[in-house]
């Protein structure tokens, strides 16, 4: 089975660096980011909210009456079903691992990426914990 040591930069609590790694086992990161547990409230409102998480920019949600719903990436309705997630897990921190074609942003990596404004350089865009919130949101999914 193809084994892949990753190391990611995350911010922890209080404001001070901590590094955080994770090893991709074929096509997921089997264990939670820094070991820490998801809650999937927390989740819902990461992937609803349009300053952080903006996932429904690109995906349609499970909520038909949320605005301005996207259609480019897979529907999130299911996705649990679809996925583990370990699967889910290495999408959101980096998709491009599976697909370097991917349109789909990494929220966890900070290493080469472009045009990044100077306040945000060296930092996810989500923290461990937010990536494992959204995780357990979307491994809930279970239905179509």
């Known amino acids: 089975m193809l084994r892949r040591a990753f190391v990611g930069a995350v911010l922890a609590s209080g404001g001070a660096s901590a590094?955080?790694?994770?090893?991709?086992?074929?096509?997921?990161i089997p264990r939670?980011?820094?070991?820490?547990?998801?809650n999937p409230a927390r989740g819902a409102a990461l992937v609803r909210?349009?300053?952080?998480?903006?996932?429904?920019?690109?995906h349609q949600g499970t909520d038909a009456t949320?605005?301005?719903?996207?259609?480019?990436?897979?529907?999130l309705a299911g996705v649990g079903a679809?996925?583990?997630?370990?699967?889910?897990r290495l999408r959101l921190?980096?998709?491009s691992v599976l697909n370097p074609?991917?349109?789909?942003?990494?929220?966890f990596r900070t290493e080469n990426l472009h045009d990044v404004a100077p306040p945000?350089?060296?930092?996810?865009?989500?923290?461990?914990?937010?990536?494992?919130?959204?995780?357990s949101y979307l491994a809930s999914l279970k239905t179509f």
């Not at 939670?32 to 998801?38: Q, R, T």
């Not at 949320?66 to 897979?74: H, L, R, V, W, Y």
């Not at 679809?82 to 889910?88: E, K, S, T, W, Y």
């Not at 074609?101 to 929220?107: C, E, F, I, K, L």
């Open 19 to 28: 590094l955080e790694t994770y090893t991709v086992v074929g096509d997921a």
């Open 32 to 38: 939670p980011l820094g070991g820490l547990a998801g």
């Open 49 to 58: 909210d349009r300053e952080r998480g903006n996932c429904l920019i690109c």
């Open 66 to 75: 949320e605005p301005f719903q996207g259609t480019i990436g897979p529907p």
């Open 82 to 88: 679809r996925l583990d997630a370990g699967q889910i």
């Open 93 to 95: 921190v980096d998709a």
């Open 101 to 107: 074609q991917t349109v789909m942003p990494p929220y």
């Open 120 to 135: 945000y350089r060296g930092k996810p865009a989500l923290s461990a914990q937010e990536i494992e919130d959204v995780v």
